[in-house]
């Protein structure tokens, strides 16, 4: 099994590889993910684009550029780059999962759901696309289909803490305060630390 490169190492021997073939997309690539791997997300994104440029199916190159574009707080563009990403790959789940996810935040609800569920269609094991679809419909103030979607979501992920948060956030809002108090105690149990906030509210039904 070959050793990982030290990032250092590895920038430096895609930057050799660049100023050799400055139109090596996958040299590009290869070098935006270590860059973005050390928080250094200009240059990275400078990475991608230049990869994007040199070729015709870098749908990866566009998802990552989503995920710097999310980290800048530049929700509008994470939507843009996503939406190229599965123009290029029509099976490509994560960009419809992400594309969901920046839906949601904008609070757009219909194209939130729909793209949610396409990710899901195409890949059920991604489970971040489930819970957030469950906030999806419970934006939408279906509390029925947030909770079937989670209890769906359960048979594949039964030990996912971040469901059974987001689970018990629709028990909650159904004012079953039992089930409720079930789920976010699971949660803590798997690891995840809810809204303290949320966590004091449900103190007061136990």
Request: hydrophobic share 40%.
């Amino acid at each position: 099994m070959k050793k990982p490169q030290p990032s250092e190492e590895f920038i430096a021997e895609q930057r050799k590889l660049l100023k050799e073939n400055p139109e090596c997309a996958n040299s590009s690539y290869n070098l935006g993910v270590a860059l973005m791997q050390q928080g250094k997300l200009d240059e990275a994104a400078e990475a991608f684009n230049d990869a994007i440029v040199n070729s015709g199916r870098m749908f990866e190159g566009y998802v990552n550029l989503g995920y710097i574009y999310f980290k800048q707080n530049r929700i509008e563009k994470v939507v843009e780059v996503n939406k190229k990403a599965i123009e290029i790959e029509p099976r490509y789940a994560r960009g419809y999962a992400n594309l969901g996810f920046a839906y949601l935040e904008m609070a757009k609800t219909e194209e939130a759901i729909d793209a949610l569920k396409k990710a899901i269609e195409l890949n059920p094991r991604i489970i971040q696309a489930w819970c957030n679809l469950i906030n999806a419909y419970l934006q939408d103030e279906d509390v029925e289909e947030a909770l079937s979607t989670g209890e769906q979501a359960l048979k594949i992920a039964p030990d996912f803490p971040l469901l059974h948060n987001n689970i018990a956030f629709a028990y909650y809002v159904k004012e079953d305060y039992n089930k409720a108090i079930f789920h976010i105690d699971k949660a803590v149990e798997l690891g995840f630390e809810p809204h303290p906030e949320f966590l004091k509210i449900l103190e007061s039904y136990r």
